[in-house]
Nanobody, 119 residues
Framework: QVQLVESGGGLVQAGGSLRLSCAAS????????MGWYRQAPGNQRELVAA???????NYADSVKGRFTISRDNGKNTVYLQMNSLKPEDTAVYYC?????????????WGQGTQVTVSS
């Protein structure tokens, strides 16, 4: 099993910043990619940003230029720096880990952390 522990969500005013963290632990052999997804009420879960073990990144168009994803490979931790937050960024943010562990190659999800942006 791989466990993901998220932190950093909360309530912030529009224009403010938050930093999310997600630490993966367990019998990890190889991490391929880590990322952040979000789901607002009534909407499908959508990709926010992802980063591969080699450092390649991918962002949703709606967050480009405002959010930055980074990772610490040694700590199996991924970060999401969110700046210039907008009310439409309000959602539950989920961390995703994809790789191989003692249980095979799978992807795992965190429990989610609420981000609320007030106008």
């Amino acid at each position: 099993q791989v466990q993901l522990v998220e932190s950093g969500g909360g309530l912030v005013q529009a224009g403010g910043s938050l930093r999310l963290s997600c630490a993966a632990s367990g019998s990890i052999f190889m991490t391929n990619a880590m990322g952040w997804y979000r789901q607002a009420p009534g909407n499908q879960r959508e990709l926010v940003a992802a980063i591969t073990s080699g450092g390649s990144t991918n962002y949703a168009d709606s967050v480009k230029g405002r959010f930055t994803i980074s990772r610490d490979n040694g700590k199996n931790t991924v970060y999401l720096q969110m700046n210039s937050l907008k009310p439409e960024d309000t959602a539950v943010y989920y961390c995703n880990w994809a790789g191989c562990s003692g249980y095979g190659c799978h992807d795992y999800w965190g429990q989610g952390t609420q981000v609320t942006v007030s106008s």
